[in-house]
Nanobody, 114 residues
Framework: VQLQASGGGLVQPGGSLRLSCTASGSIDNIYVMGWYRQVPGKQRELVAAINSGGFTQYGDSAKGRFVISRDKERNTVYLQMNSLKPEDTAVYYC?????????WGRGTLVTVSS
C-alpha cells in the first residue's frame, strides 16, 4: 500500500484546509485510516481516524473543528480542518492499517500563521 498525502499549506488563523490521502495497491485488508500530526520535539499524535465501518475517532485538539471522511470509490480519506489555530501548525501524516501492518504516507506541512 502506498499513500499520497496532499493539501497542506499556509493558512491564516480561523481559516480552513482540506487534506487528502489517496491509497494505491492492495487495500482489501485495511480496516482503519487516520491522520496524525507531529511538531519538532514532540511525539506524533492522533488527529482523527475512521474505520472500515465508518466509525470515527478524534483527538482532543480536533474535536468540533476537524472532520474525517472517506471516499471508497477514490480510495481517499480526507481531513477537513476548520477554525485553524497557530497551534495546529505541524506536519500531518496519514496512516492506513491492516491487522498486520501500518502504512504511512509522507507528511504534508500545515502552517497556520498571519
Amino acid at each position: 500500500v502506498q499513500l499520497q498525502a496532499s493539501g497542506g499549506g499556509l493558512v491564516q488563523p480561523g481559516g480552513s484546509l482540506r487534506l487528502s490521502c489517496t491509497a494505491s495497491g492492495s487495500i482489501d485488508n485495511i480496516y482503519v485510516m487516520g491522520w496524525y500530526r507531529q511538531v519538532p520535539g514532540k511525539q506524533r499524535e492522533l488527529v482523527a481516524a475512521i474505520n472500515s465501518g465508518g466509525f470515527t475517532q478524534y483527538g482532543d485538539s480536533a474535536k468540533g473543528r476537524f472532520v474525517i471522511s472517506r471516499d471508497k470509490e477514490r480510495n481517499t480519506v480526507y481531513l477537513q480542518m476548520n477554525s485553524l489555530k497557530p497551534e495546529d501548525t505541524a506536519v500531518y501524516y496519514c496512516k492506513w492499517s491492516s491487522r498486520l501492518y501500518d502504512y504511512w504516507g509522507r507528511g504534508t506541512l500545515v502552517t497556520v500563521s498571519s
